[in-house]
């Protein structure tokens, strides 16, 4: 079955970095885009970033030039690297495929952006 293992989330000061990395498996990797989401504190889950099978990427206004998407085929990993944190970049962080037509999340990962 599709399984997504999300990592790397912590805490971090505003202006730092953090690499987020998504282990997907039960399914063909390299035929699937893959996404980030996110999803603060009361607040719904939304679209951060995307990456096609091609290796085009997408990325929401709120974080362009401060977060990149990436994926290693071979590995079947997907990979956000983070720079230039903020408070508001705080949540639940989640990787999102969807083969078949049918939407799969990780369990996510917890990125705090605090002083």
């Known amino acids: 079955q599709v399984q997504l293992v999300e990592s790397g989330g912590g805490l971090v000061q505003p202006g730092g970095s953090l690499r987020l990395s998504c282990v997907a498996s039960?399914?063909?990797?390299?035929?699937?885009?893959l996404r980030w989401y996110r999803q603060a504190a009361g607040k719904e889950r939304e679209w951060v970033a995307g990456?096609?099978?091609?290796?085009?990427?997408f990325y929401a206004d709120s974080v362009k030039d401060r977060f990149t998407i990436s994926r290693d085929n071979g590995k079947n990993m997907g990979f956000l690297q983070m720079k230039s944190l903020k408070p508001e970049d705080t949540a639940v962080y989640y990787c999102?495929?969807?083969?078949?037509?049918?939407?799969?999340w990780g369990q996510g990962t917890q990125v705090t952006v605090s002083s």
């Open positions: 039960g399914f063909t990797f390299d035929k699937f885009s």
């Open positions: 999102n495929v969807s083969p078949g037509g049918r939407d799969y």
């Open positions: 990456i096609g099978i091609s290796g085009n990427t």
